[in-house]
């Protein structure tokens, strides 16, 4: 089981932002900053879902699933890159968001730097900064 492919992804976010009474963006970089959000969470609550679902999600499993192994690897690395980008964002805001548009949006470097109103080198230099405290959060 993967986390989710590119369409239901796209759709989803599609759905949870259409379904705001007011989409309030007033410019192309504060949308693509915005959908790298929403992106985020739809993983995020995709994984928190099925986590409860394989604790039971109050149904009685009369099966043993032996392909769940790799899916549960998947799920807890996303959520630990998901709680080391919320203590990251409170020190960093900048970083944390050049780290979710890319690792949730998908975003280039070009896109994040016309986003952020930033250059690309600055984006490279965020994420090789970001790599390495992330990964100081992660181990």
Known sequence: MTLLDTTVLVN???LRLSGQER???ESRRQFFAYASEVMRSVIVDQIRARRAARRGGGVKADTLDTSIGDSVAADEQVLSVHEALESLAKVEPRLAKGVEMRY?????ETEIADALAIN??????????AQLLLAAMLT
């Open 23 to 25: 989409l309030n963006v």
């Open 104 to 108: 949730f949006g998908g975003l280039s």
């Open 120 to 129: 690309e080198r600055t984006v490279r230099r965020d994420w090789d900064k």
């Open 12 to 14: 989803e976010s599609w």
